[in-house]
């Protein structure tokens, strides 16, 4: 016997009031984006649960594919049948019998949500129980920690039986909570920030400044390879490589040394703010974390955060590198992120950046170059590259702007 039906019960958007619907539709995106290649799934959302329907495609992988699914709090490979106790009886069986290994033990969890049901959640229980006692050898109970827990589901339109329950990822639909750019860089920090950012409903695209030819294609591959890690999350993402050579040799010829540093920043976020609104996002996320690095502490977030009153978003600002780095592992994007390839932050790093850099010097250092046709002319030539989970070369789709 195969499962054929995997139900995804929701977590945090089980709370959602009026706008539940529009969660649950989010969520149901979200599920055809990252089954977007099982040609004969079908995805049926209803108010309080999803249901993926195999018709006869690979459950396993599909399972895989579910674990990074936000806004799933569980999901259970099922079989549907219908409500006669005898034939619920036999599937439960079947099902259990497919599953079990001699020695372990096992409970029956009934959930009676079809309230009409002429037996009572209990006495479901020892229906259920007794059915597996009298049919499978030397079976015994544990109903505290069972190897086994039997589901049991009745609801109006169907009964859901499953041994197995996987805990999902939690959080909130992608694009339930709007859309932000994310400034990806090829460190650890910013695709933790991306995940995390994804993980409260935000639609991610992300933004990376390469500059050839201080920068290599293989800092740049292991970008699009960071990104292919955050589309597993969402079932795509959308990446923005900005051309930022010229502007960098214009910081280094006009900017003190000491100041490049916040420049650079300044300007990234500038540009960064510009495709913003060019893709109708709210926010910019960063992988900042409070004192890790010159840039980052207090007073030069105050002084680079001048430039814009867009929302800066920052997951990570409180967070020990230590706490990062297991994120990232979790995630599987921390080997790609050691790698030892410069980006465009790093190639050009002062021997004494300042730490606490003046809003007023950093101003008029800059007022002496007029940097915006630089910005205009990096914004219009940005390439914009869509990525799909599991993608080769050949299925990244580029357009330039």
């Known amino acids: 016997m195969n499962y054929d039906q995997i139900l995804i019960r929701y977590g945090e958007l089980s709370t959602k009031g009026r706008n539940r619907s529009k969660f649950v539709e989010k969520l149901g995106n979200s599920v055809r984006r990252i089954l977007h290649d099982f040609p004969k799934v079908g995805i049926k959302c209803t108010r309080d649960r999803t249901y993926v329907i195999l018709n006869g495609e690979d459950g396993s992988q599909i399972l895989e594919r579910l674990k990074n699914v936000f806004g799933i709090q569980s999901f259970s490979p099922v079989m549907k049948t219908g409500k006669d106790i005898e034939e619920m009886k036999d599937v439960a069986l079947q099902l259990f019998k497919k599953v079990y290994q001699e ?22 229980n020892h229906t259920f129980g007794a059915h597996m006692l009298q049919n499978v050898p030397n079976l015994k109970v544990n109903v505290k920690q069972p190897d086994i827990n039997m589901q049991i589901e009745i609801r109006t339109e169907a009964t859901y039986i499953s041994c197995e329950t996987i805990q999902g990822a939690g959080g909130l639909p992608a694009g339930s909570s709007g859309k932000a750019m994310l400034m990806l860089s090829g460190g650890i920090d910013s695709p933790v920030a991306g995940h995390l950012s994804m993980k409260r409903g935000l639609e991610v695209e992300g933004v990376h400044f390469f500059s050839p030819p201080f920068t290599s294609e293989r800092a740049k591959q292991k970008v699009l390879d960071l990104s292919e890690k955050l589309a597993y999350m969402n079932g795509h993402f959308v990446l923005h490589i900005v051309p930022f050579t010229d502007i960098q040799q ?89 790698r030892p390839y410069e980006d465009c932050c790093t190639i050009f790093v002062p021997a004494s950046p300042k730490t606490k850099p003046k809003r007023e010097k950093v101003m008029r250092y800059e007022s002496f170059v007029d940097f915006e046709p630089y910005i205009q002319e990096a914004v219009e030539n940005i390439e914009t590259i869509i990525i799909k989970p599991q993608a080769n070369k050949a299925d990244l789709f580029n357009e330039l702007f």
């Open 103 to 124: 020695g372990q033990t096992f409970k029956i969890t009934t959930k009676r949500a079809d309230k009409t049901f002429f037996m009572e959640t209990d006495e479901l």
């Open 250 to 338: 214009l910081i280094q010829k006009q900017v003190p040394e000491n100041y490049s540093m916040t420049t650079t920043r300044r300007l990234m976020l500038r540009i960064t703010d510009a495709i913003r609104e060019k893709q109708e996002a709210l926010a910019i996320v960063t992988g900042e974390s409070l004192g890790q690095v010159a840039s980052q502490t207090l007073e030069s977030m105050y002084a680079i955060n001048e430039v814009t009153n867009t929302p800066i978003l920052r997951p990570l600002i409180m967070m020990d590198k230590s706490d990062i780095v297991d994120i990232a592992q979790s995630i599987d994007t921390h080997d790609i992120s050691i």
